[in-house]
Nanobody, 127 residues
């Protein structure tokens, strides 16, 4: 089992920045990739970004490319999502998630391909 705890959400004006953190604990040796998803009211959960736990592979949704940056601190078992130039349409609950080693060939943008999820953190961007 892997436990995930997100933090860093909040209320920010359009054009502002926030940094989300996701701390992992438990059987972290089985982690292959960590991702961020978001879900706005009445919408499906959508992929935002992902990072290989070892290695340098990064993945972004087109809607956040150039504005969001995913990174990790392996020593702290923590993944970050730096969000700049925020827009009202970025408002959502943001979730971090883990793909375990058994998902090594699974797609990265589909929520069902992730094995563990955090509780989510609210991000609200005012216009």
């Amino acid at each position: 089992q892997v436990q995930l705890v997100e933090s860093g959400g909040g209320l920010v004006q359009a054009g502002g920045s926030l940094r989300l953190s996701c701390a992992a604990s438990g059987r972290t040796v089985n982690m292959y990739r960590m991702g961020w998803f978001r879900q706005a009211p009445g919408k499906e959960r959508e992929f935002v970004a992902a990072i290989r736990w070892s290695g340098s592979s990064l993945y972004y949704a087109d809607s956040v490319k150039g504005r969001f940056t995913i990174s990790r601190d392996s020593a702290k078992n923590t993944v970050y999502l730096q969000m700049n130039s925020l827009k009202p349409e970025d408002t959502a609950v943001y979730y971090c998630a883990v793909q375990s080693l058994k998902q090594i060939n699974a797609g990265i943008t589909t929520p069902r391909n992730y094995d563990y999820w955090g509780q989510g953190t609210q991000v609200t961007v005012s216009s």
